[in-house]
């Protein structure tokens, strides 16, 4: 698994080693969109708590980065700014021919695509489940040189696939 660390595990009276895998998520807090360290928030306290485990407190640094690692299937609580976030691991993304796939590959290149709709809103019908994944469509067909038509068609679909997979996030 790219990304992702093992820890020696070993139960009581058990002789063999178990392995847990983490995966590592990073969350960039920026002054605006970018990918770049001028667009971290630099300073900015936060505080992590996954599972039972005592709260981490930290500070992002320039750029504005927080790493958390998470087992599949956990959960970490992420508390800055005074909001309070929860964040998880699925085991995968739903396909990009689903609007649901589309909607979670938007949220992980910073887009806001509100709440993710059920499995059965097809991407190729061309309809948006509603503003904000529309908006966060738009957003990134202007961002990524495609023509802005809120419509998520073979174009949007095949640059998204690109720009997910140049991030390591597929």
């Known amino acids: 698994m790219a990304g992702g660390h ?15 895998r983490l995966r590592e998520i990073r969350v960039f807090l920026q002054k605006f969109p970018g990918t770049n ?9 936060y505080s992590v708590t ?20 998470l087992a599949p299937g956990s959960t970490a609580t992420l ?7 929860e964040i998880g691991l699925t085991d995968e993304l739903h396909p990009i021919e689903e609007m649901r796939g589309v909607q979670q590959r938007l949220a992980m290149l910073g887009y806001c695509p509100g709440p993710l709709k059920g499995d059965d809103a097809r ?7 509603d503003a904000e994944t529309e908006r966060a469509i738009l957003d990134f067909q ?14 949007s679909s095949d640059k ?6 140049n ?3 597929e």
């Open 6 to 20: 093992a820890v020696p595990r070993r139960g009581e009276g058990e002789a063999g080693n178990a392995a847990i």
């Open 37 to 45: 360290s001028r667009a971290g928030v630099d300073q900015l306290e």
């Open 50 to 69: 996954v599972g039972d485990a005592p709260p981490v407190q930290g500070r992002t640094g320039s750029d504005g980065m927080i790493t958390i690692r």
């Open 79 to 85: 508390t800055v700014l005074g909001s309070v976030y």
């Open 123 to 129: 991407a190729d019908t061309y309809v948006n489940p």
């Open 142 to 155: 202007a961002d990524n040189g495609l023509f802005a038509d809120a419509q998520f068609g073979s174009k």
């Open 160 to 165: 998204m696939k690109s720009v997910v997979r």
């Open 167 to 169: 991030a390591r996030g």
